[in-house]
């Protein structure tokens, strides 16, 4: 008998899988609609506690406010005037808007219907597998790519992983990276009390859009930003945060973990990820539950990151080429 479960079930009309630990009392509910995680549920001294601040219903899942554990691909956050250029060819994702309107934020996938590729359990995890080829040329202006990607969520006894992996199915090279937007909660707290500690060696500097600065004038040592440094665990107290965090430090095991804790119940849990940055945010700007929970977002590369040079090299998928990100929340218990 396998000691983790792993079926299908709905929310409303949409579909959705479930996979579940019973030894650890955790569970994670996952939609077909964006791959989008919906719960991270912890029983803890006989409660439940649902670590994701995730979309509460159906009608949330198709309206998608503040992009709540969205899958961010083939960019993550925002591009600069929704315009960038590649391979010295301009690209206006959003032709014919004008002014205040032009915001391209988050990728294509957030309303997309994904494929269950694969869904299974075992003594060692639970797994779902989602895939889409939904990123092809003439679907979305302003990038004439195609993009296939899988999205693989697997449960087991140190917490559950992320591995997302793109393929370019195109002739032409293509600009691609991941990102996630999870957010996180603690029930009974406010999250002024819940420490914080990014284990970042650098702070991105960004314009009042979120846009980075250009060049070497984004990157500040976090020596010299006091009011935003992590690196030692510290109470988020009344600041807001929404910034990229960089030049990650790795534990031994190669994982970069940012970790956020609520010392009321001395529940917590470490966002790892091997590569990329960490943008952190405290939902100031949501349009529900204004700082009701942190978001810690792990990107393979920067915001904008289709418009920086120095970001060029880690964006590039060439044709028939493939490339794979990895991250996941561990669950730390008291």
């Given amino acids: 008998m396998a000691a983790y479960h792993a079926e299908r079930a709905s929310l409303g009309p949409h579909d959705i899988v479930v996979l579940h630990d019973p030894a650890h009392g955790r569970r994670v509910r996952i939609a077909r609609r964006g791959a989008t995680v919906i719960a991270l549920e912890q029983i803890l001294d006989g409660v439940t506690h649902d670590l994701a601040d995730g979309?509460?219903?159906a009608a949330e899942l198709d309206s998608r406010p503040s992009s709540r554990f969205a899958i961010m691909v083939p960019f993550a956050n925002r591009i600069?005037?929704?315009?960038?250029?590649?391979?010295g060819q301009a690209y206006d994702l959003q032709p014919g808007v004008e002014g205040a309107q032009r915001a391209a934020r988050h990728g294509f996938v957030r309303g997309v219907d994904f494929e269950i590729a694969d869904l299974a359990a075992d003594e060692h995890g639970a797994r779902a597998s989602f895939f889409t080829s939904a990123i092809r040329p003439g679907v979305h202006p302003g990038y004439?790519?195609?993009?296939d990607l899988t999205v693989t969520y697997i449960l087991?006894?140190?917490?559950?992983?992320l591995e997302a992996r793109m393929r370019n199915a195109g002739e032409q090279a293509a600009?691609?990276?991941?990102g996630w937007h999870p957010y996180f909660r603690f029930d009974g707290t406010p999250?002024?009390?819940w420490e914080l500690q990014i284990p970042a060696e650098t702070l991105v500097r960004t314009d009042a859009d979120y846009i980075p600065l250009p060049g070497i004038a984004a990157k500040v040592r976090m020596s010299d930003a006091p009011?935003?440094?992590f690196?030692?665990?510290q109470r988020i107290d009344g600041r807001e945060i929404n910034h990229a965090y960089a030049d990650l430090q790795h534990d031994a095991d190669g994982r970069a973990r940012t970790h956020l804790r609520d010392p009321a119940s001395e529940l917590g849990m470490a966002m790892w990820q091997e590569s990329g940055v960490m943008l952190a945010f405290t939902a100031d700007t949501v349009t529900r539950d204004v700082r009701g929970s942190v978001a810690l977002e792990p990107m393979e590369s920067w915001s904008d990151a289709f418009n920086r040079p120095d970001c060029a090299a880690a964006i590039r998928l060439e044709p028939g080429a493939e490339r794979v990100f990895r991250c996941g929340v561990e669950i730390e218990l008291p």
Avoid: K, M, V
């Fill in 55 to 57: 979309y509460r219903d």
């Fill in 80 to 87: 600069a005037d929704a315009r960038y250029i590649f391979d």
């Fill in 144 to 147: 004439p790519f195609a993009i």
């Fill in 156 to 161: 087991d006894a140190s917490g559950l992983t």
């Fill in 175 to 178: 600009p691609c990276f991941f």
């Fill in 191 to 193: 999250i002024d009390a």
């Fill in 227 to 229: 009011a935003l440094d």
């Fill in 231 to 233: 690196r030692q665990p």
